[in-house]
């Protein structure tokens, strides 16, 4: 999967969109830190909170907009925010904790028995709502 030069650069121009607006709105959460400044010292805790507000607008302004652009190469459709569902079986639920439970105590992953496992019971039983 290569990417083409029209990729690229939208990928690229998303990082750089996102990054100008940072350095042009960012304004620390708090000014009124007095333990942290004297542990830290203003400078430091003025790039700790920085680099912590990069990290968030990471997360949010770019990782999911390059996700999408790479996931419109290999599928049909591709989308951030997507809702799954907001439902499971509590067959399905109950699957899901067994193979967890097998795992942790050693057994080798089967991704693909795994995945036939909780497709067998994924309808069965009560449906039960989830908080998304």
């Known amino acids: 999967m290569s990417l083409t030069k029209e990729q690229i650069k939208l990928i690229e121009n998303t990082i750089k969109d996102s990054l100008r607006k940072k350095f042009r ?9 007095p333990f942290h400044y004297r542990l830290l010292g203003r400078d430091r805790m003025a790039l700790f909170s920085f680099i912590h507000s990069l990290n ?3 997360g949010t302004s770019i990782f999911e907009p390059v996700a999408e652009t790479l996931a419109s190469l290999s599928f049909e459709f591709a989308q951030k925010q997507y809702v799954v ?19 942790t105590m050693g057994k080798n992953p089967d991704k693909a028995e795994e995945i036939e496992r ?7 039983g009560t449906m039960n709502k989830l908080k998304t």
Do not use: W
């Open 85 to 103: 569902g907001d439902t499971i079986s509590e067959q399905a639920q109950s699957e899901i904790q067994h193979i967890m439970n097998e795992l």
């Open 56 to 58: 968030t607008t990471f």
């Open 25 to 33: 709105d960012y304004k620390p959460e708090t000014s009124h830190m």
């Open 118 to 124: 909780i497709r067998k019971v994924c309808n069965k």
